[in-house]
């Protein structure tokens, strides 16, 4: 869910671990780097053959998007050069 252009936050209401390779948010505002609030790692969301993807969870190799059972992920908008340099 999108707080405007500062963030984001992302709910996972079931108990077990949602986990997904690609994440396609080609239909939302959010673009650039973010990082978690409680757990500090970035995300980035970048264009990539004119759709949105989210091309770094938590590590440069890993896309998607990953949150445990009823946990909830509290995203901040982080100048982009922090995703790079981590």
């Given at each position: 869910m999108e707080r405007g252009g500062e963030g984001f936050f992302v709910?996972?209401?079931g108990t077990d671990k949602f986990d997904i390779p690609t994440l396609d948010l080609?239909?939302?505002n959010l673009e650039g780097c973010y990082r978690e609030l409680r757990n500090n790692f970035t995300v980035a969301?970048?264009?990539?053959?004119?759709k949105k993807y989210?091309?770094?969870w938590a590590t440069p190799n890993r896309?998607?998007?990953e949150i445990f059972?009823?946990?909830a992920l509290y995203f901040i908008r982080?100048?982009?050069d922090?995703?790079?340099d981590k």
């Open positions: 709910e996972n209401k080609t239909l939302t969301v970048e264009k990539r053959n004119g989210v091309t770094r896309g998607g998007m059972g009823r946990d982080e100048p982009f922090q995703c790079t």
